[in-house]
Each structure stands twice: as structure tokens, then as C-alpha cells.
């Protein structure tokens, strides 16, 4: 994946308040990294999609992080995890998460244990 963007970006992306997206991080809706000169925290912009009502957080991300997290990953591993190509899958975890294939993905995930 090379699209990433800030937190300021992605507020602005999804149309809602610094504060806001930084909730849906602590709440693991989202998931970032530190990344950079001055070390910001960035996302991957995959993780947010066109809805019906304009963009919105892709709801699948949220579930996949559980997974990995609790098989003790660090955020900065998971978000290399979901942006590095898997060839059980053909594509990235988050691609394919965005493509529809949640349960294949999650099976994946559960093999990092």
C-alpha cells in the first residue's frame, strides 16, 4: 500500500473532528503507525471507503485488529501485516477486506498465533 494518510487527512477525508478519528483509533476502529521525520502517526488509506452517505471507515478493520492484537501484535505490526501482500490471499489483508473477503482474511489472522 503507498497511500497513507495523517490524521488531519483522514478527519478531513471522512468529514469529522480531529477528535473524532482519534477516538475511532483508541477504539481500534482504525489502526496507524508512526511513520516520517517528525514520527506522525499515519494510516493506511485503504481502511476508509466510500458508503453510501461518502466516505466512512471500512467496518471489517475493526474485527481483524482484535484478532491480531490479541495474538499479542504491536499496531505497528499489524498495519505491516495488513498492507503487506499475503499469497494465501493475492492481495493485501486490507485489500481483500475492502473486496469482501472478511472470513478468509480472519482465518489468516488467526494463524499468527
Same mark, same amino acid.
Given at each position: 500500500m503507498s497511500e497513507? &494518510?495523517?490524521v488531519p487527512e483522514c478527519a478531513e477525508a471522512l468529514g469529522v473532528p480531529l477528535s473524532r %478519528? $482519534?477516538? &475511532?483509533l483508541r477504539e481500534r476502529h482504525l489502526i496507524a503507525t508512526r511513520r516520517g521525520d517528525n514520527n506522525a502517526l499515519y &494510516?493506511?488509506?485503504?481502511?476508509? %471507503? /466510500?458508503? /453510501?452517505d461518502g466516505p466512512e471507515v471500512l467496518a471489517t478493520v475493526r474485527g #481483524? %485488529? #482484535?484478532v491480531l492484537a490479541d495474538a499479542g501484535l504491536s499496531d505497528?505490526?499489524?498495519v505491516e501485516w495488513l498492507t503487506t501482500t499475503h499469497d494465501e490471499l493475492a492481495a493485501t489483508p486490507l485489500d481483500a477486506l475492502r473486496s469482501?473477503? $472478511?472470513a478468509p482474511v480472519r482465518r489468516l489472522a488467526q494463524t499468527v498465533f
Open positions: 497513507w &494518510l495523517s %478519528v $482519534r477516538e &475511532l &494510516l493506511p488509506a485503504g481502511q476508509i %471507503v /466510500d458508503g /453510501d #481483524t %485488529v #482484535t505497528d505490526v499489524i469482501g473477503k $472478511r
